[in-house]
């Protein structure tokens, strides 16, 4: 069994995994990281983020040349939709994104191990791979993702009743797909299903879907979804769901059972922390498998480090990169920071759900005075060009200082908007200075700026 040496070593290939490793190679540490996978870029990149979004595009794209190309002029025949040509872009992407980050840890010179790492002691991995070796460190970075969450009572089998993975490889369209979850991922992928002619319904336990987004957001949201044809159970408390015969069956507390082609399970994600040796270790996790750090996203043990889904919050692909970066600079220059407040969220179904900073809701509670300036998308010149006007966005500022401590929206390219709001929010920006930007015209990013406006009572078009 071979035996190498390393400054650092990233347990997990990921969005927070392999940045970590590239920025601690520019700090000129010897790097390698170790992730079970031959393609490296985890579940984002792999089977979560991009190839959701590529289906999401491809269904677009074929909404719209049923829906809405005659507006335009263009008459088309009625659009058939070929899946597997579909699935075969999809995965082209995939490959092509992969490759390229292999090919990003190569030029920095970061040793790629293919294997599964086990944390054996402070400073030791075993990787159990195609040659099992031992890997040495000064230092460990725990970088292993989440995974789907599963409920009890659900006979899953990874294929008429599966999760998002299982999702993103249908082999034809569902004629009825029962989505378990009501939150991003639910609503993404059920999304992408409904556009291609799937009826689709979407159980939620709570008594309202998108929790944790801004209310009045995730109530327009919710009404703009029933309208293209989802359908929504809210208070739903699913105790069984299984395979019968040609069908599936979901049992929901108090509820008839419904029966349907597909059962998708999205009920949320847990951290992955499960089978890597943190007991040998002696580190130890909360109910939901989140390792504890301190501000310096250390363990209780010296010199092993955990960051992104591991360590729970917010499960977002960007946080986790922040905070590997953060992380290592801490590690090498004494320094790093990441701002939870400024951290963007996005929902991309059509129309884009898009959030930074605090809810009403959380304001609210913690007894913050704010003030709101609203736009709708229908006053927006550049959005009625681009034949979508649903939605709205919003600016939340400090009544006293006029602070931008939030920034809501749902409408066309939301998630791109975002950006000009995170940087606010991250600069500790007024409404005022928003306001007070030119935004070029006809754009988009103007609905941004009439809404800052609004704040202080002072919109021009609205």
């Given at each position: 069994m071979s035996t190498q040496k390393f400054d650092l070593v990233v347990l997990g290939g990921g969005p927070g995994g392999y940045v970590a490793a590239i920025r601690a190679a520019q700090l000129k540490m010897n790097v390698a990281v170790i992730d079970e996978n031959q393609r490296f870029g985890g579940t984002c990149l792999r089977v979560g983020c991009i190839p959701s979004k590529a289906l999401l595009e491809s269904s677009h794209l074929f909404w719209e040349a049923g829906q809405h190309f005659a507006e335009h002029g263009i008459e088309v025949n009625a659009p058939k939709i070929n899946v597997a040509a579909m699935m075969k872009r999809k995965d082209r992407i995939v490959t092509t994104l992969t490759g390229g980050i292999n090919m990003l840890l190569k030029k920095n010179k970061v040793t790629q191990i293919v294997g599964r790492g086990i944390l054996e002691a402070p400073g030791k991995i075993s990787v159990n791979g195609a040659e099992p070796q031992t890997i040495l460190a000064d230092r460990i970075l725990i970088a292993t993702g989440s995974i789907p969450m599963m409920l009890p009572g659900i006979e899953f089998d990874g294929d008429w009743i599966g999760d998002s993975t299982t999702a993103l490889s249908y082999p034809e369209v569902p004629k009825h797909l029962v989505?378990?979850?009501?939150?991003?991922?639910?609503?993404?992928?059920?999304?992408?299903?409904?556009?291609?002619?799937?009826?689709?319904?979407?159980?939620?336990?709570?008594?309202r879907v998108l929790a944790g987004l801004d209310g009045e957001i995730a109530t327009v949201a919710r009404k703009v979804f029933e309208k293209q044809g989802l359908k929504f159970v809210t208070s739903a408390f699913v105790e069984r769901a299984a395979r019968r015969g040609n069908?599936?069956?979901?049992?929901?507390?108090?509820m008839p059972a419904i029966e349907c082609?597909?059962?998708?399970?999205?009920?949320?994600?847990?951290?992955?922390?499960?089978?890597?040796?943190?007991?040998?270790l002696g580190i130890q996790t909360d109910r939901r498998g989140a390792i504890q750090v301190n501000d310096h996203f250390e363990t209780s043990v010296p010199g092993v480090f955990a960051i992104g889904d591991a360590i729970g919050g917010a499960m977002l692909a960007h946080k986790a990169s922040e905070e590997g970066v953060a992380c290592v600079e801490m590690i090498v220059t004494g320094y790093g920071h990441v701002d939870y407040n400024a951290i963007p969220a996005i929902v991309y179904t059509n129309p884009e759900i898009a959030s930074v900073g605090k809810t009403e809701e959380q304001l609210k509670a913690e007894g913050i005075p704010f003030n709101k300036g609203i736009c709708p998308f229908g006053a927006n010149g550049r959005a009625r060009t681009l034949g979508d006007v649903e939605g709205r966005l919003k600016v939340l500022a400090h009544s006293d200082t006029d602070r931008i401590l939030g920034v809501h929206a749902i409408g066309i390219r939301a998630g791109d908007l975002i950006s000009e709001a995170a940087v606010a929010v991250n600069f500790g920006a007024s409404s005022e200075d928003l306001a007070r930007c030119c935004h070029a015209h006809p754009t988009l990013s103007e609905i941004m700026q009439e809404a800052a406006l609004a704040v202080s009572g002072r919109a021009i078009h609205t």
């Open positions: 989505v378990i979850g009501g939150g991003y991922i639910g609503l993404e992928l059920g999304s992408v299903w409904a556009r291609l002619g799937t009826e689709v319904t979407i159980l939620e336990a709570m008594d069908q599936c069956v979901v049992e929901c507390k108090g082609d597909r059962v998708l399970v999205c009920a949320g994600r847990v951290p992955n922390t499960k089978g890597i040796g943190l007991e040998n």
